[in-house]
């Protein structure tokens, strides 16, 4: 536990915890330092900075984005690999020039240099084994995302629609050209569309590994309304052990006879008032926070490591009291968290409490 004031850093340290141990290079070095020492199961790492350095892309790394990215394959085997990742990384210009070059999105190309970043330095050197969960401060997003960006999805699904028969009349003519039921484009898509499922799926599969990270921003409760149904899939999990802290842990906190109950049909949760069955949107601010922080343990949170900034946010001094003891009941490997509230560190955690100026050096 990292006790500090409001704007002292103690935000800027846990993201630096969150990168060393996820192992995410590149976005670490954007950071002011010189070099970071930590003790993992008894053995030091060292990373310094000033020896860092984005190499070219091997052959294997760009075999690899090609298998994940069929569409842009071209640019992977002939454009990228005429540039340096940290080149790109740190120059937004040259971000832009590429995207306009070779009509790659720059989210995609982002997505891309995080790949190559994952595996330009060798794993023997930071062999360790973890899953670290990371929630920033105040990660969910009070509004959803249609009425956030409603009048931009409404522009794109006009756009589309009008794409459609084009894309019908070209995969139609490459049909015919081939004299066979097979397209390139048909194909292309159908790869798109698999990876934008399995990433919509990826934190099912993601805790199930042995090493991950996912730094998660969610928009109002659908996001974990969505995350639960998926796990309700399975028929056995409603009567697990784990479910059922959930909703115990989860019920502790509600108020005014509300309380988290499974759906009727049993694919989903629900929030139970007057014997009425209403959707988790009604629940308190901090109540959501509560369900929200909850749920990201419901898959084998023994094996998490959960980073979270500020966990108190929300919450009354009640609630800040039990809520870490309520987490390590879900028996995760560990935590780490940054705060600002003396309420939320409870007894059995005070030799674990340090102070920020603690690790100030005195000059």
């Known amino acids: 536990m990292i006790v500090a004031e409001n704007g002292s850093g103690k935000t800027i340290l846990l993201r630096l915890f969150f990168l060393f141990f996820s192992k995410q290079w ?88 995080n790949e190559v970043s994952s595996n330009n330095i060798s794993d023997n050197k ?65 790869k798109v569309f698999d990876t934008i499922w399995s990433n919509r799926d990826y934190e099912r599969w993601a805790f199930r590994k042995e090493y991950f990270s996912m730094e998660l921003v969610e928009f109002d409760m659908f996001d974990i309304e969505f995350r639960i149904s998926k796990l309700l899939e399975d028929k056995t999990f409603s009567s697990s052990e784990v479910f059922q802290r959930f909703i115990k842990k989860s019920n502790k906190y509600l108020s005014n006879d509300k309380t988290v109950i499974l759906s009727k049909d049993g694919k989903s949760i629900r929030i139970s008032i007057d014997n009425k069955s209403l959707p988790l949107t009604i629940l308190s601010a901090g109540e959501k926070h509560i369900i929200s922080l909850f749920s990201y343990l419901l898959y084998n ?23 870490i003891n309520d987490i390590m009941d879900f028996h995760i490997d560990g935590i780490i968290a940054a705060t600002h509230s003396p309420f939320i560190v409870p007894e059995n955690f005070n ?10 050096e005195i000059l």
Request: glycine fraction near 4%.
């Open 26 to 113: 590149n976005e670490l070095a954007k950071y002011d330092f010189e070099e970071i020492i930590a003790f993992v199961n008894d053995k030091e790492y060292s990373f310094k900075k000033n020896e860092y350095r984005s190499s070219e892309i091997p052959n294997y790394v760009i075999e690899r984005l090609c298998d994940l990215y069929p569409t842009y394959r071209d640019f992977i085997r002939k454009g990228l690999i005429n540039y340096k990742v940290d080149e790109i990384l740190n120059d937004e210009f040259l971000l832009g020039d590429i995207e306009a070059k070779y009509d790659v999105p720059q989210s995609l190309l982002l997505s891309i240099l």
């Open 126 to 190: 930071y062999d360790w084994l973890g899953s670290f969960l990371y929630l920033p401060t105040y990660r969910r997003i009070e509004r959803s995302y249609r009425d956030l960006y409603g009048d931009m999805a409404k522009r794109l699904e006009q756009h589309l629609r009008q794409l459609i028969p084009e894309i019908d009349l070209r995969i139609n003519d490459e049909k015919m050209f081939n004299k066979s039921s097979f397209s390139e484009t048909e194909n292309d898509l159908q």
């Open 301 to 323: 949170p023994q094996n998490v490591w959960l980073i979270i900034d500020e966990p108190e946010i929300s919450l009354s001094m009640g609630w800040q009291e039990n809520l």
């Open 351 to 360: 030799n674990y409490t340090y102070g920020l100026n603690e690790f100030k």
